[in-house]
């Protein structure tokens, strides 16, 4: 049935966006002749980009325009592109997408949707296997690693667990608090034994397992977040109406690719807005607050 809905969406998306003055034909004199898609590096980039290659092929058939991949070394990387027009849209976690909204002009268009048919994901901090760590309480004097300062999952969530919950700070919990720069390093720093705790996420220890490189089966999931507004595909406020509305469209297109979907391993888009980040924002704030305590 969702998968039925998401179709539906799809081709009304698209329907819009065609009926919309000036699209009726590809690639409008007030386009750019080539755009930009911009890509956290949630796995390293070139990784990240042979696993949108799908999505990239279907944006340039549907918009008839080139569409080129951009990756960074970190998610800084990303939001600063856009803030100085390197990129035209992105793909960002929603923290870093709250920081590009306010740094960079960024608009959430739509967002991912689980496999699972929800309407997000879910933060978890992993362990290895066998490795005597199977709660967070086992995983006090540790090593553990944070993604990104600017992922939701791999930083803003479990600090907010770690202040709020357990009343403790990670620099004091922990023996050693460090950053890896990817969820796809995280997953790997903890099967090969580099760090004994980290913040991830199931979509991108879901990735680490399609491209063979972790497997569940790995890993102690020690604690489970609830759940996370899907992550967004983003454009700059200042494109054309007509780009952003043509772009979502191809997104909901995208919906019928059945193999497509498979390799970002999610279930397909579904409309959002900036309105869908606010309860990123509060965490934003929350954590400033009790970090005062």
Request: aromatic share 8%; hydrophobic share 40%.
């Amino acid at each position: 049935m969702l998968r039925k809905c998401l179709t539906l969406l799809a081709f009304v998306a698209l329907a819009a966006s065609l009926a919309i003055p000036g699209i009726a034909s590809a690639n409008p004199s007030n386009w750019p002749a080539k755009i930009r898609v911009g890509a956290i590096p949630t796995e390293g980039a070139s990784d990240t980009a042979k696993r949108f290659q799908a999505l990239t092929d279907e944006l340039q058939k549907t918009l008839g325009v080139e569409v080129e991949v951009f990756t960074a070394s970190d998610y800084a990387g990303i939001i600063t592109a856009m803030a100085n027009k390197h990129i035209d849209f992105a793909y960002f976690g929603p923290k870093s997408y709250v920081e590009a909204s306010e740094k960079a002009g960024a608009e959430a268009l739509a967002m991912e949707i689980g496999m699972d048919g929800l309407p997000g994901y879910n933060g978890i901090i992993i362990s290895k296997k066998d490795s005597g760590i199977a709660t967070l309480e086992q995983a006090k004097g540790k090593t553990f690693t944070f993604t990104d300062p600017n992922s939701t999952s791999g930083f803003l969530v479990p600090n907010v667990l770690f202040a709020r919950d357990l009343k403790v700070k990670p620099e004091e919990y922990f023996s050693e608090v460090k950053f890896s720069g990817s969820h796809g390093a995280s997953i790997l720093a903890v099967k090969n034994g580099g760090v004994q705790v980290a913040a991830t996420n199931n979509v991108d220890l879901n990735r680490m397992q399609e491209k063979g490189a972790a497997n569940w089966d790995d890993f102690n999931v020690i604690w489970t977040s609830e759940l996370i507004p899907g992550a967004p595909m983003a454009a700059r406020k200042d494109l054309p109406e007509s780009l952003k509305a043509a772009f979502t469209g191809a997104l909901m297109k995208f919906n019928g690719d059945k193999a497509g979907l498979e390799k970002l391993q999610i279930g397909g888009y579904d409309s959002a807005n900036d309105q869908t980040y606010d309860i990123i924002r509060y965490l934003k704030q929350l954590k400033t607050q009790l970090a005062k305590k």
